[in-house]
């Protein structure tokens, strides 16, 4: 049983993917780092060595992860709650993480990030479906700080070019759709981030994203959502950040809730 200073891992795998996650800060040793290049969900990779540098600068709690749960992990969450910041330590950090089989991201699919640590993500303006539900996993699974940039679709790759940004959801790019699969489909296969949730609200996505409304129930109603948020906002940013809660709820409903029923009207009896 996890101590006040500690989260266990089966608490932490019911945060991921939410908007109240905390900071995961990754702080395994270069070395360890090596032996198993890729990371939990949304973890931001820090130097234990310099935290008195890095740790200032920390806003909000955070989760201190090492490659066991002990001296690393600990010496940095002591050192950060020293600094008047909210921490603790992952118990068992990422061994007891794996063991329990939570979700790791392939860093080597992760494009490099800029100067301030996000990466920056390019595609077309005006997005409907794969085009926010591609930034909310991104942001909700890989890298919470990421960047996304809308320009006209004739000006995407030399936009990706001149600003060191990623394409999605372009033709003759990595990251968008291939074969009877949309980007957001191709992103959870790349990410390593296949889970049942994931891959009931994919086949959503998938459904209106591609006309297909037979792929699931829920189809027609992400479609109309969807298309009634790209009406409602000019700005592709507002709509971003308004299409973070559509996802989010769905998510949700994926992941706790597709055996809810309304029962209200109760039915007559006899």
């Known amino acids: 049983m996890p101590s006040f200073l500690e989260i266990a891992p089966e608490k932490l795998k019911r945060m991921i993917g939410t908007p109240g996650l905390p900071l995961l800060i990754d702080v395994r040793s270069n070395e360890d780092y090596a032996a198993n290049p890729s990371f939990i969900p949304t973890s931001i990779r820090r130097d234990y060595r310099t935290v008195a540098e890095w740790g200032p600068s920390i806003a909000g709690p955070s989760i201190i992860v090492c490659q066991r749960g002990l001296k690393l992990s600990h010496g940095v969450a002591a050192y950060l709650r020293a600094l008047g910041k909210d921490a603790e330590v992952l118990e068992g950090g990422t061994e007891a993480w794996r063991d329990g089989k939570g979700t ?10 800029d100067a301030s640590g996000r990466t920056i993500w390019v595609t077309r303006s005006r997005p409907k479906i794969d085009r926010i539900a591609c930034p909310w996993l991104i942001r909700r699974f890989v890298d919470p700080s990421a960047a996304f940039l809308f320009v ?17 959801d372009i033709e003759d790019v990595f990251w968008s759709h291939r074969g ?14 296949r889970s049942k949730p994931l891959d009931h609200l994919a086949t959503i996505v998938r459904g ?59 039915p007559r009896k006899g």
């Open 104 to 113: 790791l991201v392939s860093a080597d699919k992760v494009p490099p990030r």
């Open 152 to 168: 006209p679709a004739n000006e995407v790759s030399a936009v990706a070019e001149r600003f060191d940004a990623t394409p999605f």
């Open 180 to 193: 009877e699969l949309c980007t957001f489909d191709v992103m959870i296969e790349e990410f390593g981030l």
């Open 208 to 266: 209106a994203d591609t006309a297909r409304p037979e792929l699931a129930p829920e189809v027609a109603g992400m479609l109309a959502a969807s298309l009634g948020l790209s009406r409602i906002f000019n700005n592709d940013l507002e709509q971003l950040e308004a299409g973070m809660t559509l996802y989010d709820a769905f998510y949700r409903w994926c992941r706790d809730a597709t055996d809810e029923t309304h029962t209200w009207p109760n």
